[in-house]
Nanobody, 119 residues
């Protein structure tokens, strides 16, 4: 079985920081590209940050310079360090695991964790 479990969300004031974690099980973690997505009601889910199996990182422009994605393959965990948080960062954040292998594109999703940025 495959499981992605996010944690670390919560309520934080503008300018504050949170670190999200996503612990994976049931996959060969090191071969997967790992991503963080976020979604607000009525909006499409958007990619926030991605870190590939080769540790290449990508960020949406709105978080560049504030968020840092990293991974610990030994712990099968991906992190999203979020600094200088803004109210517009409020969303449900989802962890994603993706791999293209054996001629198929495989995606797994976590259940999401709520991040609320408010005074």
């Amino acid at each position: 079985q495959v499981q992605l479990v996010e944690s670390g969300g919560g309520l934080v004031q503008p300018g504050g920081s949170l670190r999200l974690s996503c612990a994976a099980s049931g996959i060969t973690f090191s071969i997967y590209d790992m991503g963080w997505y976020r979604q607000t009601p009525g909006k499409q889910r958007e990619l926030v940050a991605r870190i590939t199996s080769g540790v290449t990182t990508t960020y949406v422009d709105s978080v560049k310079g504030r968020f840092t994605v990293s991974r610990d393959n030994a712990k099968k965990t991906v992190y999203l360090q979020m600094n200088s948080l803004k109210p517009e960062d409020t969303a449900v954040y989802y962890c994603n695991a993706n791999a293209m292998a054996w001629g198929v594109n495989t995606n797994y999703w976590g259940q999401g964790t709520q991040v609320t940025v408010s005074s």
